[in-house]
């Protein structure tokens, strides 16, 4: 039976949903109307089932994210007339990253190249940080966000999104950690990944990268006083402290490099540096990426949010938030808290 499948679209609402057409011959055999079932073939579960006009516009989107869809078509009277099985191995896929924080580029990157591994098909990718994966994922096709691309055989976003509609993702991003988010829309199994960042491979010094900020107030460790004591304990153990925040510190007894920087110069001093001291933030997540131990002082994200390897994660443990919420942080942990935690570190 000569039926098209293609599963891409310019639209958004549309993706990873099917346009069917089929030959004039079919058309005219069908009266241009089918019953197509969505099967889903890892489970063998029925999930939705249409009847569709074989005109060339999308089917109604009820899941956007991957799934192993097998298709049986049937005629009105419920007599099977075909069968289709998505299958990319050497098929084109165009998967978009739809976000623009650092953090969430840097946390997804690595299941996309995963993706294409697993099917071993070939990947187009937008990000919106190209520059730092276009050296260390060569086998994936970089372009820049909001490029129409056509003639693939299926395409993704992957975004975080609070509704709990599963047509957009299977998982909610506020009680999961942030990477299983890529890998449940992409249809892998999670496991903590890290991301290849191409940064210098140098000597580390005796050095610690902070950043005090984050995207939202209520994500910064907001103790008065807190941020200055950790500058002053780094510099007793003989530590130089880099600043590195784009928005301006006041910080006094640092190298105070806050600004607006290129990435290049903030992967250069991670590369050297011991340390980073940082919030829920991307430059958490660059740090982790270019081998720099972690400190992540968040009481506003749950503990498993972000990555554990290589990470010593600080919040009060009184109150630990079991998803995100956006309200103020009501019990966020002491400044004693903090730096009896950094020490312990530190002088191991």
Same mark, same amino acid.
């Given at each position: 039976?000569?039926?098209?499948?293609?599963?891409?679209?310019?639209?958004?609402?549309?993706?990873?949903?099917?346009?069917?057409?089929?030959?004039?011959?079919?058309?005219?055999?069908?009266?241009?109307?089918?019953?197509?079932?969505?099967?889903?073939?890892?489970?063998?579960?029925?999930?939705?089932?249409?009847?569709?006009?074989?005109?060339?516009?999308?089917?109604?989107?009820?899941?956007?994210?991957?799934?192993?869809?097998?298709?049986?078509?049937?005629?009105?009277?419920? #007599?099977?007339?075909?069968?289709?099985? $998505?299958? /990319?191995? =050497?098929?084109?896929?165009? !998967?978009?990253? *739809?976000?623009?924080? %650092?953090?969430?580029?840097?946390?997804?990157?690595?299941?996309?190249?995963?993706?294409?591994?697993?099917?071993?098909?070939?990947?187009?990718?937008?990000?919106?940080?190209?520059?730092?994966?276009?050296?260390?994922?060569?086998?994936?096709?970089?372009?820049?966000?909001?490029?129409?691309?056509?003639?693939?055989?299926?395409?993704?976003?992957?975004?975080?999104?609070?509704?709990? #509609?599963?047509?957009?993702?299977?998982? $909610?991003? /506020?009680? =999961?950690?942030?990477?299983? !988010?890529?890998? *449940?829309?992409?249809? %892998?199994?999670?496991?903590?990944?890290?991301?290849?960042?191409?940064?210098?491979?140098?000597?580390?010094?005796?050095?610690?990268?902070?950043?005090?900020?984050?995207?939202?107030?209520?994500?910064?460790?907001?103790?008065?006083?807190?941020?200055?004591?950790?500058?002053?304990?780094?510099?007793?153990?003989?530590?130089?402290?880099?600043?590195?925040?784009?928005?301006?510190?006041?910080?006094?007894?640092?190298?105070?490099?806050?600004?607006?920087?290129?990435?290049?110069?903030? !992967?250069?001093?991670?590369?050297?540096?011991?340390?980073?001291?940082?919030?829920?933030?991307?430059?958490?997540?660059?740090?982790?990426?270019?081998?720099?131990?972690?400190?992540?002082?968040?009481?506003?994200?749950?503990?498993?949010?972000?990555?554990?390897?290589?990470?010593?994660?600080?919040?009060?443990?009184?109150?630990?938030?079991?998803?995100?919420?956006?309200?103020?942080?009501?019990?966020?942990?002491?400044?004693?808290?903090?730096?009896?935690?950094?020490?312990?570190?530190?002088?191991?």
């Amino acid at each position: 039976m000569n039926i098209k499948i293609d599963f891409t679209t310019n639209l958004p609402l549309e993706i990873g949903t099917p346009i069917i057409t089929a030959s004039p011959e079919v058309e005219s055999e069908v009266n241009s109307s089918i019953i197509v079932e969505f099967i889903d073939d890892d489970t063998n579960k029925l999930i939705d089932f249409r009847l569709v006009k074989l005109d060339s516009k999308p089917v109604p989107g009820f899941r956007q994210y991957y799934t192993k869809w097998k298709l049986i078509f049937k005629d009105l009277e419920s #007599n099977i007339l075909g069968t289709y099985t $998505l299958d /990319l191995e =050497n098929k084109v896929v165009f !998967i978009k990253m *739809d976000a623009r924080a %650092l953090g969430d580029n840097l946390a997804w990157i690595d299941y996309i190249d995963q993706f294409r591994i697993k099917h071993n098909c070939h990947v187009i990718c937008s990000t919106f940080f190209n520059e730092l994966f276009e050296q260390t994922y060569p086998d994936i096709m970089f372009v820049a966000p909001n490029t129409q691309i056509t003639n693939v055989t299926a395409q993704y976003y992957v975004g975080t999104n609070n509704s709990p #509609n599963k047509i957009y993702q299977p998982s $909610l991003y /506020l009680n =999961n950690p942030l990477q299983k !988010i890529a890998s *449940d829309i992409l249809g %892998l199994e999670y496991k903590e990944s890290k991301p290849k960042i191409n940064y210098p491979n140098i000597p580390r010094k005796k050095k610690v990268c902070i950043s005090e900020y984050a995207s939202l107030k209520t994500k910064e460790w907001n103790i008065i006083g807190g941020w200055q004591a950790v500058v002053d304990l780094f510099n007793e153990c003989g530590y130089e402290v880099v600043v590195i925040s784009k928005e301006y510190s006041y910080l006094k007894n640092v190298t105070n490099k806050s600004g607006d920087y290129p990435l290049k110069d903030r !992967i250069k001093d991670l590369a050297e540096s011991e340390f980073f001291v940082g919030n829920s933030s991307g430059l958490s997540w660059l740090a982790w990426g270019c081998g720099a131990h972690v400190f992540l002082i968040s009481d506003f994200t749950p503990p498993y949010h972000e990555p554990t390897e290589n990470i010593t994660r600080i919040y009060n443990k009184r109150y630990p938030r079991e998803s995100i919420k956006y309200e103020e942080v009501l019990h966020p942990i002491s400044k004693e808290g903090v730096i009896n935690i950094i020490k312990e570190k530190i002088q191991k």
